[in-house]
């Protein structure tokens, strides 16, 4: 007796057999039991559970998506679990806030002016005079500032790839991590920028933090193309 | 907060949102992703794509399917576009499967590592197709949409995979026996 093919069985399993499929399988065993291993095989296959995903993998995630601008912070009044509170109350809080800062920074400033305490720039450098602002020295300074923070930057990521090439990984831990625990502080960064855009230190910590988020992206792609370079 | 509410917060960008989102299908994304890839590092780069190509696309979400039934597409879809790209660079070989990392078993474990390793064991086009119908639920139809093949094709490289299938647990099924693992057979 000619037994159905293999193909012909599994095509049985989740269709009606023909007349003569149907008269061969009511007779013959080993049809019978190929096919109900096969029916066994698909419903096993249904229910494959789900894989779990790796640990950490929302947290570059995180970081795509705040690179490309598709996610946002939660507001202070989120985080502080205050989304319900009425806007005129929070319109009222942020008012508060910056007067109360405000007032810090007046207090600050004229603490400063009666001398007890030396400023940390020497003032000289900004300023010609008490009430005159030289334009041509404030660009000049902002100027040097730019070319040293491109100098500095240029030098981290030379330093970074001299390091890399040495086989050194001073910093340990998954690169994956630190990229995405960057990516947090570029956002802070940047924010901090958008809210004083001529404060040179944040300006350098900005750069400091790009450089370094692009010197482990750099490391993170070439620990991937020496995986995928096994052929 | 309905699941409606949560897809409509998670359009506008809000972090919690989407994180919920993440929770809540992560596992089913990577499982179809792990499977198409047929690997871990890949699966990763591709279920990240997955993620972001869905983010992207939500506020274009209406509705009209269910939301994971969406998101399970553009997860197919992502990671066999990412697949064919890949492959044009290098030769796949199928790793052995054997850390995958599953959810807590609720059946036999042994099956589903044999499963999972003959999976991987199957040429391209038949697990693609075997994927899609047996494992994930398309029909011939879904599948010709999202192979660019037809129905007629799709059905043939089905059953064709399925007897191969059979062929490879069987062969799994005759090692485990020679090296003493207690055997399983379908």
Same mark, same amino acid.
């Given at each position: ?231 | ?71 399970? !597409? ?39 590592? !044999? ?11 038949? !697990? ?59």
């Amino acid at each position: 007796m000619d037994h159905l093919s293999a193909e012909t069985l599994a095509r049985i399993v989740d269709e009606t057999p023909r007349p003569e499929e149907h008269e061969h399988l009511a007779a013959c065993e080993t049809c019978t039991a190929e096919l109900d291993a096969l029916k066994a095989q698909t419903e096993a296959l249904g229910a494959l559970p789900e894989i779990l995903t790796p640990v950490g993998d929302w947290d570059v995630l995180e970081a795509r998506l705040r690179s490309e601008g598709l996610l946002q912070d939660p507001g202070l009044f989120a985080r502080l679990g205050l989304a319900r509170t009425p806007t005129w109350m929070k319109a009222a809080a942020s008012v508060a806030l910056f007067l109360g800062g405000a007032g810090i920074g007046v207090s600050v400033a004229s603490h400063g002016a009666t001398g007890s305490r030396t400023p940390a720039v020497p003032q000289t450098a900004f300023v010609a005079d008490n009430t005159t602002v030289d334009n041509a020295a404030v660009q000049d300074a902002a100027e040097a500032l730019r070319a040293a923070e491109s100098n500095y930057v240029a030098a981290l990521s030379r330093y970074q790839e001299l390091r890399a090439q040495q086989g050194e990984d001073a910093d340990a831990g998954d690169p994956r991590t630190r990229y995405a625990a960057l990516q947090y502080l570029v956002a802070a960064s940047q924010a901090a920028v958008r809210q004083a855009p001529a404060d040179p230190f944040l300006n350098g910590l900005l750069a400091s933090t790009l450089a370094e988020r692009q010197a482990v992206l750099s490391r993170i792609s070439s620990q991937s193309a020496k995986k995928d370079n096994w052929f | 907060m309905t699941e409606s509410q949560v897809i409509r917060q998670a359009a506008d960008g809000d972090a919690r949102a989407i994180r919920t989102l993440y929770d809540r299908y992560s596992p089913r994304v990577y499982a179809v992703v792990r499977r198409i890839a047929g690997d871990d590092e890949l699966a990763q780069d591709y279920a990240q794509e997955a993620w972001i190509r869905a983010i992207r696309a939500l506020p274009s979400f209406r509705g009209d399917a269910r939301f994971s039934t969406w998101l399970h !597409r553009i997860a197919v879809n992502s990671a066999l576009q990412a697949l064919r790209k890949s492959e044009t660079r290098r030769k796949r070989e199928a790793p052995a499967p054997g850390d995958v990392p599953v959810v807590p078993a609720t059946g036999d474990a042994l099956l589903q590592r !044999r499963l999972e390793r003959a999976l991987q064991d199957l040429p391209e086009g038949m !697990r693609r197709v075997l994927l899609l119908h047996d494992v994930e639920g398309y029909t011939h139809e879904e599948i010709g949409d999202v192979l660019g093949v037809t129905a007629g094709t799709s059905k043939s490289q089905l059953f064709k995979a399925r007897v191969k299938m059979r062929e490879l647990l069987r062969a799994l099924s005759g090692a485990a026996q020679d090296i003493g693992e207690e055997a399983w057979t379908i």
